[in-house]
């Protein structure tokens, strides 16, 4: 009954921002270890950006220094803060989170990212 919405996507200009966020209304947010993985046409889905569910983050070379990612547990709701967008970062981004302790895994709808003039 879990699920995770992707929203924030959308349309803009090489070298714009956009932020995505992925919510829930579950109780298990807290514990899970939450990422953003991104899949453009033709290309296999990618990991971009990580957060645990003790704050550690990693994120994908392609996106060091332009991408942030965040949580707000008190809001169940995670942030990629996608700044100096490229063309290349057009994709749709989906939101996943991975819960260990009574193992699960949830994926997002996803979340169109286009980047053109």
């Known amino acids: 009954q879990v699920q995770f919405v992707e929203s924030g996507g959308g349309l803009v200009q090489p070298g714009g921002s956009l932020r995505l966020s992925c919510t829930t209304s579950?109780?298990?947010?807290?514990?899970?270890?939450i990422s953003w993985y991104r899949q453009a046409p033709g290309k296999q889905r990618e990991l971009v950006a990580g957060?645990?569910?003790?704050?550690?983050?990693n994120y994908a070379d392609s996106v060091k220094g332009r991408f942030t990612i965040s949580r707000d547990n008190a809001k169940k709701t995670v942030y990629l803060q996608m700044n100096s967008l490229k063309p290349e970062d057009t994709a749709v981004y989906y939101c996943?989170?991975?819960?260990?302790?009574?193992?699960?895994?949830?994926w997002g709808q996803g979340t169109q990212v286009t980047v053109s003039s």
């Open positions: 579950g109780t298990i947010f807290s514990i899970c270890d």
């Open positions: 996943n989170a991975k819960r260990l302790i009574v193992p699960a895994d949830y």
């Open positions: 957060i645990t569910s003790g704050g550690r983050i």
